[in-house]
């Protein structure tokens, strides 16, 4: 029996975070606009199975899938929301779930750097995978747990302001978002992130993190 | 040095913060930042670079970039705070191989395309690839070949002063430099301008 940890759908995916999955993911990769659900499951081998279904119960397409540690994760998405939303309904009954069988997201930490100097930003750079990240720009850095949360985040906060999408890291055992930009848009990203995160509902779950 | 073949002498007098912030994603060596000066050196034979290197670190307080040795050319970036500690080590660098700065070959432009609103899954492409900024659908994509590669670095520099673009993407090693560059319509039409006209502005011998 699978443990539903993420179940997250993104309505339209913004521009950049479109193209930060197109750059980052190994399958079908989504355009702007398109509609996406990120799925996390506990044991992560299971998400073969979950993959399985989705694609032949609709038309989605399958962006990433990813068995890491102990949690598994799909992504998929359709320019048709229902066709997005009919798979998560699939996956759900054939795992025996339902949505509010995910874990309530929370935020773990959550930051901003302004004025990041040049040196700091050659090393955020070098291991980003989207936007680069510009000297005297403010950085915003949140994790939030589980990990499928953060593009759900991130999707809201691009929505919200005028930032640059550094990185996302949707997989493992905490989401990372790393959001550059004017301080004014970060000021309105950051609050815009962190409403899109509280206002998800859930299963409490305790978190292997003591901050 | 006899037979040491002088391709690029490229001198970026204030590296721009994103051309820095790429610099800094591509460089194995050490990293620059906004507002130094920058040389880059191309030769040919590309082994003969490791020379070159040492002549620049023992003659200056620079430090090197970048130092490739590719199929066929050596390329070497420096930079420093003061442009002054920049021209001295590239003045070592030409004494030590008998050349003049006007020696360097012309550059020449292979092309400069600018390919409007892009489509969304062209974009992807291109981001699969570049290490700089991404490129989001509906923006516009100018891309730049110049010989010999080195002079990519000036055309994307000179493009960042005049335009606010994103810089997708350098490629200022190999037989041709490549610039991407992404923005609004009204941007990139001032960017491309620019880097044309930082190349033609450059001297030199005529290349082979």
Request: aromatic fraction near 4%.
């Given at each position: 029996m699978a443990d539903l940890r993420s179940f997250v759908f993104l309505d339209s995916l913004q521009p950049q975070l479109a193209a930060y999955l197109g750059t980052i993911a190994k399958g079908f990769l989504p355009v702007a606009g398109e509609a996406s659900l990120i799925v996390e499951i506990s044991p992560g081998i299971e998400i073969n199975r979950v993959t399985d279904i989705?694609?032949?119960a609709t038309d989605v397409r399958p962006g990433m899938q990813i068995v890491e540690r102990l949690y598994g994760m799909l992504e998929i998405h359709s320019p048709s929301q229902g066709d997005v939303r009919q798979a998560g309904v699939a996956i759900l009954e054939a795992l025996k779930l339902k949505e509010s069988d995910r874990i309530k997201p929370r935020v773990l930490s959550s930051q901003v750097i302004k004025h990041v100097d040049d040196l700091q930003v050659q090393l955020i750079n070098r291991n980003r995978q989207g936007m680069m990240l510009i000297a005297r720009e403010s950085l915003f850095i949140m994790e939030v747990e589980p990990a499928g949360y953060a593009a759900f985040a991130a999707n809201e906060a691009e929505k919200a302001a005028e930032i640059n999408v550094v990185d996302v890291r949707m997989t493992g055992a905490f989401g990372r978002i790393y959001l550059g930009g004017e301080q004014r848009d970060i000021d309105v990203a950051s609050v815009?992130?962190?409403?899109a995160i509280e206002s998800l509902t859930g299963r409490e779950a305790s978190s292997s993190r003591k901050d | 040095m006899a037979g040491i073949d002088l391709r690029s002498y490229v001198f970026l007098d204030s590296l721009q913060p994103q051309h820095a912030a790429f610099l800094g994603t591509v460089a194995k060596g050490f990293l620059p930042t906004g507002g130094q000066a920058s040389l880059f050196i191309e030769i040919s034979p590309g082994i003969e670079i490791n020379r070159i290197t040492d002549i620049a670190v023992k003659a200056t307080g620079i430090k090197p970039g970048m130092q490739i040795v590719e199929r066929l050319y050596g390329?070497?970036?420096?930079?420093?705070d003061e442009q002054a500690e920049v021209r001295r080590a590239?003045?070592?660098?030409?004494?030590?191989?008998?050349?003049?700065?006007?020696?360097?070959?012309?550059p020449e432009i292979l092309?400069?395309?600018v390919i409007r609103h892009l489509d969304d899954r062209q974009t992807q492409l291109i981001n699969r690839t570049r290490h700089g900024h991404m490129i989001v659908a509906g923006q516009s994509l100018y891309t730049l070949e110049v010989q010999p590669?080195?002079?990519?670095?000036?055309?994307?520099?000179?493009?960042?002063k005049a335009a606010h673009i994103k810089v997708l993407e350098i490629v200022s090693f190999g037989?041709?430099?490549?610039?991407?560059?992404?923005?609004?319509?009204?941007?990139?039409?001032?960017?491309?301008p620019a880097a044309e006209n930082a190349i033609r502005g450059l001297s030199g011998r005529a290349g082979k």
């Open positions: 989705a694609v032949k815009a992130a962190k409403n | 390329l070497l970036e420096v930079h420093h590239g003045e070592a660098i030409l004494r030590e191989i008998g050349c003049e700065e006007s020696q360097r070959i012309k092309s400069s395309t590669a080195a002079n990519a670095a000036l055309a994307a520099n000179e493009a960042e037989s041709l430099g490549r610039v991407y560059l992404a923005g609004e319509d009204r941007d990139i039409d001032v960017a491309w």
